[in-house]
T-cell receptor, first 112, second 112 residues
Framework: ETGVTQSPTHLIKTRGQQVTLRCSSQ?????VSWYQQALGQGPQFIFQ???????GRGNFPPRFSGLQFPNYSSELNVNALELDDSALYLC???????????FGPGTRLTVT | QKEVEQNSGPLSVPEGAIASLNCTYS??????FFWYRQYSGKSPELIMS????GDKEDGRFTAQLNKASQYVSLLIRDSQPSDSATYLC????????????FGTGTRLQVTL
């Protein structure tokens, strides 16, 4: 167990709806990254938060947004859901030793 | 475009044999490299990290890095059926907590 938790585990939404995914990082880890993993693909970087500020963003449209809270937990919000948003969404917190990233169990999002 | 490339497999090895997984990366600025194991339906689990040229051993796992050739490998000795999974190679840059760029993964099957 990495100590990184995510909720919910599974989610089914309809195209056009909005979704919020949540992540609690491992104790003491102040950096959280979000990744999208489509079936059969490697995780793709969405964005990263460091001490409540966005610290880098991948090639995702603005309808993907996020927040980090003072306790370093984080949210990923996706607006105007599209069918292609169906994927496993992974949150990773960064360790204090050599910046290794540890993943939570993920949220499986299905858009119909 | 920053890329990490892996052979998708499947790579099939008999129980007790050595499994050799390979990865190449295109961004010469990459400074950190990671191997993750991902079981079907689960999130990636960090198994090795390597930052300097040469070999790094941890139990049955050995990671090898050659920055001149932009090549990373993972050797699994005495392969076990429980090692059957997809192995993801990831490259990171420098900085406090850089994003990771993942390959698509190599599926390993360890046969009895």
């Amino acid at each position: 167990e990495t100590g990184v938790t995510q909720s919910p585990t599974h989610l089914i939404k309809t195209r056009g709806q909005q979704v919020t995914l949540r992540c609690s990082s491992q104790s003491g880890h102040n950096t959280v990254s979000w990744y999208q993993q489509a079936l059969g693909q490697g995780p793709q970087f969405i964005f990263q938060y460091y001490r409540e500020e966005e610290n880098g963003r991948g090639n995702f449209p603005p309808r993907f947004s996020g927040l980090q809270f003072p306790n370093y937990s984080s949210e990923l919000n996706v607006n105007a859901l599209e069918l292609d948003d169906s994927a496993l969404y992974l949150c990773a917190s960064t360790g204090t030793v050599r910046h290794e990233q540890y993943f939570g169990p993920g949220t499986r999002l299905t858009v119909t | 475009q920053k890329e990490v490339e892996q052979n998708s497999g499947p790579l099939s090895v008999p129980e007790g044999a050595i499994a050799s997984l390979n990865c190449t990366y295109s961004d010469r600025g990459s400074q950190s490299f990671f191997w993750y194991r991902q079981y079907s339906g689960k999130s990636p689990e960090l198994i090795m990290s390597i930052y300097s040229n040469g070999d790094k051993e941890d139990g049955r796992f050995t990671a090898q890095l050659n920055k001149a050739s932009q090549y990373v490998s993972l050797l699994i000795r005495d392969s076990q059926p429980s090692d059957s999974a997809t192995y993801l190679c990831a490259a990171g840059g420098t900085g406090t907590a850089s994003k990771l760029t993942f390959g698509t993964g190599t599926r390993l099957q360890v046969t009895l």
